[in-house]
Structures are given as C-alpha cells and as structure tokens.
Nanobody, 123 residues
Framework: VQLQASGGGLVQAGGSLRLSCANS????????MGWFRQAPGKEREFVAS????????NHAESVKGRFTISRDRAKNTLYLQMNSLKPEDTAVYYC?????????????????WGQGTQVTVSS
C-alpha cells in the first residue's frame, strides 16, 4: 500500500486547508483510514478516522467542529478538511490505512502510513 499525502502549507490562523491522501492500492478501499499529526517535540496524536464506507467517523476533541474527515472510495482518496485553523494545529499530518474495516483511533491499529505533509499555522 502506498499512501501519498498532500495539501499542506502555510496558512494564517482562522484559515482553511484541505489535505488529501491518495491510496495506490484499490483493495485498501475496504479498510478504515485515519489522520494523525505530530508536532515538534511531541508524540504522534490521533486526529480523525473513517470506516470503510464513510458511514462512521471519529474526530479528536481538539478538532471537533473544525476538521472533517471524508473519503471518496471511487477515487481511493482520503480527505481532511481543516477550518478555523489555530497555531496549535501546526504539525506534520500523516494519513494511514487501518488493518480492518472500522475507524480506529489508536496508531497500533494502522498498518500502512504515508510520508506526511507539513501544516503550519501562523498567529
């Protein structure tokens, strides 16, 4: 499985970005997917996850109401719409494919990881 994340960049606080994660393995469209992030000096943390058909999602409390995860199974692409960005959202964002069809919230339940895309929010 190859996951290619894109869409990161520099944005002012209050702005928006949309991250994408292209999945090169079509069979992985049957797996749950997720987004994690890691800020400098901090551990990787869960951001959002979605099950195989998009019917179930989870969002971290810190991003609820601001971020929305979605997927297009026909395009085998995962998205993260990020609105009302804050400086504390600054991190490298990683997409990942879960080992099963559900929407896990812990990193140990993911088997494949993308290379990450940098998001920087200025105050």
């Amino acid at each position: 499985v190859q996951l290619q994340a894109s869409g990161g960049g520099l944005v002012q606080a209050g702005g928006s970005l949309r991250l994408s994660c292209a999945n090169s393995r079509r069979t992985s469209s049957n797996n749950g997917m997720g987004w994690f992030r890691q800020a400098p000096g901090k551990e990787r943390e869960f951001v959002a996850s979605i099950n195989w058909n998009g019917g179930d999602t989870n969002h971290a409390e810190s991003v609820k109401g601001r971020f929305t995860i979605s997927r297009d199974r026909a395009k085998n692409t995962l998205y993260l719409q990020m609105n009302s960005l804050k400086p504390e959202d600054t991190a490298v964002y990683y997409c990942a494919a879960a080992r099963g069809a559900w929407a896990p919230t812990t990193a140990r339940d993911y088997t494949y990881w993308g290379q990450g895309t940098q998001v920087t929010v200025s105050s």
